[in-house]
């Protein structure tokens, strides 16, 4: 895949009258440009969420797919640590009626993914800035993003040298080191994310306002994007 490949992606979104793409979008943007994500599909009714289920293997995690809801776990819009049929169908009904509570959301159906690894939890981001426009942005993820705001930033394009800087220079690094016998992060596919997100940002500078990804899970051999959001121009 490949920038033409992301445009398409998002010329169909615009002419859906849309410019914030679901987590599902999303990820395929990221896709374009071989970012590392967790093995899902998208259910639209419950035989679908079993069979994806039992395709993908468990546990898996099931989570609602609105436009118009971008923070899914504000809504009960995440069910984790799902482990058979029975649960997928439980988790797959009580999800589909969130569309009881909010009248107006645009339900696209239910993303049935893979339990990702444990790893360290990071954040990746870009905003456009109306002077030097994209910026990057890196972090601890989660909710340590919102309460420590420890993170970097960068204008594109980036060197792997800029990248591994970007990494360095948050206060929070010796996490990612492993600190205390935490879990280590594999440093160098890090960087790889980065230097995607900044070829991403490069080449999409005119269609995407801002996006993050988050979390992204870094983990001892690897890193895979979890959620992510995009919004366009």
């Not at 049929?85 to 988790?91: C, D, L, M, N, S």
């Not at 339900?107 to 939890?121: D, F, R, T, Y």
């Not at 990746?124 to 601890?140: A, E, I, N």
């Amino acid at each position: 895949m490949s920038k033409d490949d992301a445009i398409k992606i998002i010329d169909k979104i615009k002419g859906d009258g849309r410019v914030t793409l679901t987590e599902y979008d999303s990820k395929k943007i990221l896709a374009a440009y071989d970012f590392p994500i967790t093995k899902e599909k998208l259910a639209r009714d419950e035989e679908e969420a079993v069979n994806f289920a039992k395709e993908i293997g468990y546990p898996v995690v099931l989570k609602i797919i609105s436009p118009d809801i971008t923070h899914k776990t504000d809504v009960g819009g995440v069910k984790v640590d799902v482990k058979s049929p029975g649960e997928v169908k439980t988790a797959y009904s009580e999800l589909m009626g969130i569309k009881d509570k909010i009248k107006d959301a645009d339900i696209h159906g239910v993303l049935i993914q893979e339990m990702a690894p444990k790893g360290n939890e990071v954040i990746l981001g870009m905003t456009q800035d109306p002077q030097f426009g994209p910026v990057l942005m890196f972090g601890l993820g989660g909710v340590f993003v919102e309460v420590l705001k420890d993170v970097s930033f960068r204008i594109p394009p980036l060197t792997r040298f800029d990248a591994e800087d970007m990494i360095k220079e948050i206060k929070a690094y010796p996490i990612l080191e492993g600190v205390r016998g935490g879990v280590s992060s594999d440093l160098d596919a890090l960087v790889d994310c980065i230097l995607k997100l900044s070829d991403l940002s490069v080449d999409l500078s005119d269609y995407i306002k801002e996006m993050d990804i988050n979390p992204l899970f870094a983990t001892e051999k690897g890193a895979v994007a979890v959620d992510s959001l995009v919004i366009l121009k």
